[in-house]
C-alpha cells in the first residue's frame, strides 16, 4: 500500500461507518505555536483526515480568516522547517493521515526531494498545492510519488468535464472539490446546484470525493455528504480557534 | 555575467528572445514564467489565451488599437533632446516622454488595448490593481472610453502616498477599494484583485498593470507597451541621426522598460534596468528584485522575487509606489539570466536628486519611478563620458507632490542661498 492510499483508506473507512469523512484544516502553529500539537492531536482524534496549513505570505485563494491566521503564524515564527520539527518530535503519531496544504513558493524553496523525504518522515501523506495548476505539477507530483506521497488535485465548478476527467485520473489521496467559484471562507452558504456537481464529480473519480470551501456548520457536512465522501472544514474551525473555543467540540458538532 | 546559464546556452536563449519566440506556448521565457494560478482561474487563464491569439495581432484590434493611441492617447510621444542636461553630464541625452501620454504615464497603452480587447472578449466588469495609481487612472480612462464598468484594488499604504490619484479614479467614474491586508501596496492589490476575479472568472476581465503574473499577461503587456521602443527607436533614428549607446528604463514590475526594451534587443545597445535601491541593501529595505533578488513563484509566475531562505515573500520599501514590489516580470528575469540588459538599482536620495535636476535643467516634472533611471544614467554618464544616452520617462511627477513635499527642494534653496 502507498502512503498516499492510507487517506483514500481513512475517509471510506468514515463512509463505510455510515458516515461523511470530516477533513478539519488548521493553520500550522495558528493561533499560538506552542499549542500547534496539542490542538493537531485533538482535531486528528475527531477527523478522518487532517489537513495543515502552511503559512504563506501571498495566501491569494483564501479569503481573511486563513489570510489573517497565516500572516500571523508567519509572524510568530512558524516555517515549514519548525512543522516538519515538530511533527517529528510527536511521540506516537498523530491519530490521523495528514495531508499539507502549502502554495508552491514555500515548497519550491525547500527543495522537492527534501520536502518529499521530510513529509514521509513526519507522517505527512499527501500534498494540496492551490497554486499549483496539472499543466506546472510534474516536477513536484514525480518528487512526491517517489516516496509513495501524493498530489492531492483540486477541481472547481468552474472546471469543463474534459479537464475535471483529467483531474479526478491525476489526483492522488482524494480529489479536493471546491464547491464555489471563490476563495476560502465565503460566508454565503452553499450554492444550490452543488449536489449535480458533486455528483458528477464522484462519478468521474475513483479515489474518494472530499469538498471545502463554505462548510461551516453540521448541515453543510451531512448535505456535502450525500454526494461527496467527506467535507472539510477550514475558515469555521480557525474562528474556532481564535474564540479560544474547543476544537473538538466544535469538530462532534459538525457530525450528523 | 550570466550565472544561470552556460554561454551557449544564454546565447540560444537570447537569439530565441530577439527572434520573436518568447514566451513559448506554455508562456515561458527559458524557464521563467508559466502559469501558477489556482485551479478556478485555469478556464478563465485558457479563454484569456485563446482570445489573446484570436485578437492581439488581427487587423480589425490593430487598426482600432492604433487608431485610440493616436487620437485619444496622443502617440507618437514626442522625443526630446535634453541639452542643459547633457551639458552637466558630459552626454547626449534623449528622453522618450511616456509623461505625454494621457493620463500622464505608459500605463494608458496597456491599459487601452486591454479594455479593448476584454470588450472583445464579452467582459461584463473590468477589475485592475494599481501600486502608483497611475495604472488606476490608466484603467478608469480606459474603461469609460470603451464603456464598461471598473473597480481599482489598492494598497492602503499607497491610497495615503498617491492622493491625488485615487481622486482621479473616482472621477473617472471607478471604484477604489482599499486593500487593507498582507502588506498593502501593490502585491497585497494584486493579491486582492486575483481573489476577486476568482468569484467571477466568466464575467470579470482582470486589466493586470505590469508585465508580470501568469501567462499570457507578461506577453500581452509587453506586446501592448513595445509602442515605446518601436517609436523611440525610429525617433532616435530621425532626430539624433543615430540609434543611442544606451537606454536606461525603470523597472518595478516592468512594462515600460519592456516596452522601451524589446524593440531594442536585436541592436548593439547597452540596456540598463533600474530598480528601487530604496534606503539600503538589506532585505526589506528596497525593491532591487533583480539586483538581489532568487528564483521563486509569485502571482503566477516563475520569475526572481525577494524572499527568505523559507519561500516567504519580503515586504519592499521605495519611495516610489510604482518600483516598490518584491517581483518582476519573467521576461526581466530571461534577459537578465542570459547577461542582455544589465540590473543595477538607484536609492531614494539618488532618486530625489535627479528629480530636482531634471525640473531645474530641463522643466520637465518626472516621476519618482521615472527618477531612478536618471540616477542611474548620470552615474553611467560619470564613467562613460560622450555617450548618446535614451532614457525611458516613463512618467510625469505631479501624482508624488504629496511626497515630493516632505522633502525640501533643495535647487530652490540653492537659488536663494
Known amino acids: ?256 | 555575467m550570466s550565472t544561470m546559464f552556460a554561454a551557449d546556452e544564454a546565447k540560444r536563449l537570447l537569439d530565441a528572445a530577439i527572434r520573436g519566440e518568447m514566451p513559448d506556448e506554455l508562456g515561458r521565457f527559458g524557464p521563467f514564467g508559466g502559469r501558477y494560478v489556482p485551479e478556478t482561474l485555469v478556464p478563465a487563464f485558457e479563454r484569456l489565451d485563446a482570445g489573446v491569439q484570436e485578437h492581439l495581432h488581427d487587423v480589425t484590434f490593430q487598426q482600432e488599437f492604433r487608431r485610440e493611441l493616436r487620437e485619444w492617447v496622443g502617440r507618437p510621444t514626442a522625443l526630446t533632446f535634453a541639452p542643459r542636461l547633457s551639458e552637466i553630464w558630459g552626454a547626449e541625452v534623449w528622453l522618450k516622454r511616456e509623461d505625454l501620454a494621457h493620463t500622464g504615464a505608459h500605463k494608458i497603452n496597456n491599459a487601452i488595448g486591454q479594455a479593448i480587447l476584454a470588450k472583445r472578449l464579452g467582459a461584463k466588469h473590468i477589475i485592475a490593481e494599481t501600486g502608483a495609481g497611475q495604472h488606476g487612472v490608466a484603467s478608469a480612462a480606459a474603461c469609460a472610453r470603451v464603456g464598461l464598468p471598473c473597480t481599482v484594488y489598492m494598497g492602503a499604504v499607497d491610497i495615503e502616498r498617491q492622493a491625488p490619484n485615487v481622486d482621479r479614479m473616482h472621477r473617472l467614474g471607478a471604484e477604489v477599494v482599499a486593500v487593507e491586508s498582507g502588506d498593502k501596496t501593490l502585491r497585497a492589490a494584486i493579491d486582492e484583485a486575483l481573489r476577486t476575479w476568482v468569484t467571477d472568472p466568466a464575467g470579470i476581465y482582470y486589466l493586470i498593470g505590469s508585465a508580470v503574473g501568469a501567462h499570457p499577461y507578461p506577453y500581452l503587456v509587453r506586446e501592448l507597451q513595445s509602442v515605446i521602443g518601436q517609436e523611440a527607436r525610429q525617433q532616435m533614428l530621425d532626430q539624433a541621426g543615430a540609434l543611442p549607446d544606451v537606454a536606461f528604463a525603470c523597472v518595478g514590475g516592468g512594462s515600460n522598460a519592456i516596452g522601451l526594451f524589446y524593440p531594442l534587443l536585436g541592436d548593439d545597445i547597452e540596456l540598463v534596468g533600474v530598480e528601487a535601491g530604496g534606503t539600503g541593501p538589506g532585505l526589506g529595505q528596497n525593491a532591487a528584485t533583480l539586483a538581489t533578488g532568487t528564483p521563486g513563484v509569485l502571482q503566477g509566475s516563475y520569475s526572481i522575487i525577494l524572499q527568505d531562505d523559507d519561500g516567504q515573500v519580503q515586504e519592499t520599501h521605495s519611495i516610489s509606489a510604482g518600483l516598490d514590489y518584491s517581483g518582476v516580470g519573467p521576461e526581466h528575469a530571461l534577459l537578465q539570466a542570459t547577461g542582455r540588459v544589465e540590473y543595477i538599482s538607484a536609492t531614494d536620495d539618488e532618486a530625489l536628486e535627479a528629480l530636482e535636476e531634471l525640473c531645474a535643467t530641463e522643466g520637465i516634472l518626472t516621476a519618482l519611478e521615472t527618477s531612478h533611471a536618471y540616477a542611474a544614467a548620470k552615474n553611467y554618464a560619470k564613467r562613460n563620458p560622450g555617450k548618446r544616452i535614451l532614457i525611458g520617462n516613463s512618467g510625469r511627477g505631479d501624482k508624488d507632490m504629496p511626497t515630493l513635499t516632505k522633502y525640501p527642494a533643495r535647487t530652490r534653496k540653492h537659488a536663494g542661498a
Open chain 1, 1 to 256: 500500500m502507498q502512503v498516499h492510499e492510507r487517506i483514500g483508506a481513512a475517509l471510506t473507512a468514515a463512509n463505510e461507518a455510515g458516515r461523511p469523512a470530516l477533513v478539519p484544516f488548521i493553520t500550522a502553529g495558528y493561533p499560538e505555536p506552542a499549542d500547534f500539537i496539542s490542538t493537531l492531536k485533538v482535531i486528528a482524534e475527531t477527523g478522518d483526515v487532517v489537513e495543515l496549513g502552511i503559512p504563506f505570505s501571498d495566501p491569494m485563494a483564501d479569503g481573511m480568516t486563513i489570510q489573517r491566521s497565516s500572516f500571523e503564524a508567519l509572524r510568530k515564527g512558524v516555517s515549514l522547517k519548525w512543522i516538519f520539527d515538530q511533527l517529528d518530535a510527536v511521540e506516537g503519531g498523530v491519530a490521523a493521515p495528514l495531508v499539507m496544504m502549502s502554495y508552491l513558493n514555500p515548497l519550491l524553496a525547500f527543495g522537492y526531494d527534501a520536502l518529499a523525504e521530510r513529509a514521509l518522515a513526519a507522517g505527512v501523506c499527501g500534498f494540496i498545492v492551490p497554486d499549483l495548476p496539472f499543466e506546472e505539477s510534474a516536477e513536484l507530483r514525480d518528487a512526491l510519488e517517489a516516496k509513495g506521497l501524493g498530489l492531492i488535485q483540486l477541481v472547481t465548478p468552474a472546471t469543463p468535464d474534459e479537464r475535471l476527467q483529467k483531474l479526478c485520473a491525476a489526483s492522488r489521496g482524494f480529489v479536493y472539490a471546491v464547491t464555489i467559484t471563490g476563495i476560502t471562507g465565503g460566508g454565503t452558504g452553499l450554492p444550490a446546484d452543488l449536489t449535480d456537481y458533486l455528483d458528477k464529480v464522484t462519478g468521474m473519480s475513483s479515489i474518494p470525493v472530499c469538498a471545502g470551501f463554505g462548510i461551516r456548520e453540521a448541515q453543510d457536512v451531512a448535505a456535502v455528504g450525500r454526494h461527496a465522501a467527506g467535507a472539510i472544514v477550514g475558515s469555521a474551525l480557525v474562528e474556532t480557534l481564535e474564540r479560544g473555543a474547543d476544537p473538538g467540540a466544535f469538530l462532534e458538532s459538525l457530525r450528523p
